[in-house]
Nanobody, 122 residues
Framework: VQLQASGGGLVQAGGSLRLSCAAS????????MGWFRQAPGKERELLAA????????YYADSVKGRFTISRDNPNLTLYLQMNNLKPEDTAVYYC????????????????WGQGTQVTVSS
């Protein structure tokens, strides 16, 4: 599966953005999907993940209650709705795909899209 993330940009603190990840290939619905981010000097972290058919989600504590992951399998697209953004959310955001059984395991992700920059100003 090939992935392409989009939707990043510059936003003020308290604002919102929605990231999209377009997938190619008819096997999209067989993968668990996740959003990661990496800030300068920090390790990449799994923010949110969703099961293959979308019935289960995982969120890191840092984004719980502010970010929502969703997927549209017929249209091969993954989303991340980000609300109440904070300056510490500034990072490059990546979408990725994993074996459906391990969607909430950050080490299981094998297929990656290019990153999209999110910058939150104070």
């Amino acid at each position: 599966v090939q992935l392409q993330a989009s939707g990043g940009g510059l936003v003020q603190a308290g604002g919102s953005l929605r990231l999209s990840c377009a997938a190619s290939g008819r096997t999209f619905s067989k993968y668990g999907m996740g959003w990661f981010r990496q800030a300068p000097g920090k390790e990449r972290e799994l923010l949110a993940a969703i099961s293959a058919i979308g019935g289960s989600q995982y969120y890191a504590d840092s984004v719980k209650g502010r970010f929502t992951i969703s997927r549209d399998n017929p249209n091969l697209t993954l989303y991340l709705q980000m609300n109440n953004l904070k300056p510490e959310d500034t990072a490059v955001y990546y979408c990725a795909a994993a074996d459906a059984r391990y969607y909430n395991n950050g080490n299981a992700y094998k297929y990656w899209g290019q990153g999209t920059q999110v910058t939150v100003s104070s």
